[in-house]
Structure formats: C-alpha cells, structure tokens
C-alpha cells in the first residue's frame, strides 16, 4: 500500500515540486552547468534538471537527505510510482517515452555525481525490465523483408544506402543526414561520424554488403539527384538536389514498411531509431561484447548500452 507521500509524489506536477534540502539545491544548479558545459541543447539544459528535480522531491519524501545514500532500490521503488502516476493532462498513465526519457536522464546524472566524487547509484535490473523501450525492434527477418522491399530504380538504390547507414552503421538520425560524401572510407571499410551527438566524432566499421550498397548509390543513385550546376557535398540528397532531412528519411523507411509483404512488420511503428536498435539487439544476440557494441553505437559510457541486454532476451525467438 502507498504511503500519503507516495501518493503525493506520484500524482505531483512535476515543476511545481518543492525542494527542502538546500543541498539537493546546489546540485540541481551545479547539473544544469555541466550540462552546458557538455554541449547539450538548450532544452534538454533546462528539461534534464526539472526531471532530476522531481526525483530528488521523491528522495526528500522517503527521508534520503545525502545523495550518497541512493541505492538501485530506491530508483526501483521511484520507477514504480512513475508508471502509476497519473499526467496531469487528463486521466492518462505517463507515456513510455516520458518514462523512458526520466531513465536516460537518471543515468546521466548518476554520471555527473561520479564525475564530481559525489557517489553515483545504480540502476536497479527491475526497473530496466518494467520500462518498455518505446522503439520497436525489428528481427533479422523483417530487417530483410524492408530491404527486399526495395526497388531497382534510384530511389531503391538510395533506400538501400539509407538501410545502410541506419540499420547497417547503427547510426542516429542527424549523424546520417549530416554525412558527406567524403565521410565514407571505402577502401578503411569505415564510416567517419564528424557530427555525433554531444558534438563527439567517431569511426564506425561496417560489412561488405553495407559498404557495396553505399558504393553503388554513390557512384549512380547519387548523382542522378544532384541539380547540374548545383555541387552538392552531402552524401544523401533530396529529390531537389539538397541534403535529404532527417523526416524524409523515415518516411522512405515507413514506405519500404508498406510496401512489404511481412504482416507482422506492417503492425509495427517503426522509424529511423528502430533501425538503431534493431542492429545493437541482434549484435548482442550475436554475442559481441556489450562495451562493443557501446562503442559502434557511439554511447559515451556502457550504461546507455544496457537495455540491450533486456531487449536481445525480449526478442529471442
């Protein structure tokens, strides 16, 4: 049964949450600055620390007044009353990707407390189970069933390279828009991300295959979008002849979706990051090493990678 501060914390809006400990004060402010410092957007600068906020509400609630005496359990116990709690939009249970979004954002944070030697916790097997991610991932067989959906014309030669990047590389979306021509090492088999997230540069190694259907689109596809007269440094190129944005390649993948004859994919909400979980899933299954598959994916600490491992045991077949 909740406790009357359990039912407060979970039913609380979350800006309006009051914070007593003077300390948990400092931290918020001090998180806000790292932030920044890292380069995050300005959104998620002031978005991350209101949701921290909300947790440390929560700690005040249980009587945990030192950060360093936050345990897996007690981020376990705050999921469970995120997943019952009501939006104060309406009547409805907070969103999965809410929820999701209060875990990534629990998880840098407990790297900012370790940065800083102010402890660092946890996050409990529990709570990564109970919170379902919000992008579906694909098996072997459907990823198939989009590229045999594919056609033989420009657009399927460029849906193959766009496959490619984002199922293939595992790349973000902006990190795959954001490609030159330039950036894709042929004879190294390796793809050069100068723009990944939180400004970071990475190389990404990828298969034959993956490298023989960038190389087609390149050497054909690629130049038939092109505007004569018109140079274009940017390896994915709209029918207009600029970069092709990032909406528009999920819209290709959402036409390869129609297009095919696997019913269970057709039920599917896919997008540009399915594509991303999908390949880290199936690399686990594989049995590559978690901090790997970390380091293709570009995720700065191995704790991101971890819900792959729920995810991979999820799909088995």
């Given at each position: 049964?909740?406790?009357?501060?359990?039912?407060?914390v979970s039913?609380?809006?979350?800006?309006?949450l009051?914070?007593h400990?003077?300390?948990?004060?400092l931290l918020?402010?001090?998180?806000?600055?790292w932030?920044q410092l890292l380069g995050y957007?300005?959104?998620?600068?002031?978005?991350?620390?209101y949701m921290?906020?909300?947790?440390l509400?929560?700690?005040?609630s249980?009587?945990?007044n030192?950060?360093?005496?936050?345990?897996?359990?007690?981020v376990s116990t705050?999921?469970?009353?995120l997943?019952e709690?009501?939006?104060h939009e309406g009547?409805?249970?907070?969103?999965?990707?809410?929820?999701?979004?209060?875990?990534?954002?629990?998880r840098?944070?407990?790297s900012?407390?370790r940065?800083?030697?102010?402890?660092?916790?946890?996050?409990?097997?529990?709570?990564?189970?109970?919170?379902?991610?919000?992008h579906e991932?694909?098996s072997?067989e459907?990823?198939?069933?989009?590229y045999?959906a594919?056609?033989?014309?420009?657009?399927?030669?460029r849906d193959?390279?766009?496959?490619?990047?984002?199922?293939?590389?595992?790349?973000?979306?902006?990190?795959?828009?954001q490609l030159?021509?330039d950036?894709?090492l042929?004879?190294?088999g390796l793809?050069y991300?100068?723009?990944?997230?939180?400004?970071?540069?990475?190389y990404?190694p990828?298969?034959?295959?993956v490298?023989?259907?960038l190389s087609?689109?390149?050497?054909?596809?690629?130049?038939?979008?092109?505007?004569?007269?018109k140079?274009?440094?940017?390896?994915l190129?709209?029918?207009?002849?600029?970069?092709?944005?990032?909406?528009s390649?999920?819209?290709?993948i959402?036409a390869?979706?129609?297009?095919?004859?696997?019913?269970?994919?057709l039920?599917?909400k896919?997008g540009?990051?399915?594509?991303?979980?999908?390949?880290?899933?199936h690399?686990?299954?594989?049995?590559?090493?978690?901090?790997?598959?970390?380091?293709?994916?570009?995720?700065k600490t191995i704790?991101?990678t971890?819900?792959y491992?729920h995810?991979?045991?999820e799909?088995?077949?």
């Amino acid at each position: 049964m909740k406790t009357k501060k359990q039912k407060q914390v979970s039913q609380y809006p979350m800006k309006k949450l009051p914070l007593h400990n003077s300390f948990y004060h400092l931290l918020l402010s001090s998180f806000k600055e790292w932030l920044q410092l890292l380069g995050y957007t300005s959104t998620s600068v002031s978005g991350f620390p209101y949701m921290i906020q909300e947790f440390l509400f929560f700690l005040e609630s249980q009587n945990i007044n030192n950060i360093r005496e936050v345990s897996a359990e007690n981020v376990s116990t705050y999921f469970s009353l995120l997943r019952e709690r009501l939006a104060h939009e309406g009547n409805k249970c907070l969103s999965v990707n809410y929820i999701n979004k209060h875990l990534q954002v629990l998880r840098k944070f407990s790297s900012y407390l370790r940065e800083n030697d102010m402890g660092g916790f946890a996050i409990a097997e529990q709570a990564l189970k109970a919170v379902k991610n919000p992008h579906e991932v694909l098996s072997k067989e459907e990823i198939q069933s989009l590229y045999n959906a594919t056609g033989n014309d420009v657009f399927g030669v460029r849906d193959k390279a766009i496959l490619g990047l984002y199922y293939g590389a595992g790349l973000r979306r902006n990190e795959g828009v954001q490609l030159d021509k330039d950036d894709i090492l042929f004879e190294q088999g390796l793809i050069y991300v100068r723009k990944g997230k939180n400004y970071t540069e990475r190389y990404v190694p990828v298969n034959d295959r993956v490298l023989k259907d960038l190389s087609v689109y390149q050497q054909s596809s690629r130049e038939w979008f092109k505007y004569e007269g018109k140079e274009q440094e940017a390896f994915l190129i709209s029918l207009k002849g600029n970069r092709l944005d990032g909406m528009s390649a999920c819209l290709r993948i959402k036409a390869l979706q129609k297009a095919s004859d696997d019913l269970a994919l057709l039920q599917k909400k896919i997008g540009l990051h399915s594509l991303r979980h999908s390949v880290a899933t199936h690399l686990l299954q594989q049995g590559m090493p978690l901090q790997k598959i970390a380091q293709f994916l570009g995720h700065k600490t191995i704790e991101s990678t971890q819900i792959y491992t729920h995810l991979a045991e999820e799909t088995k077949t």
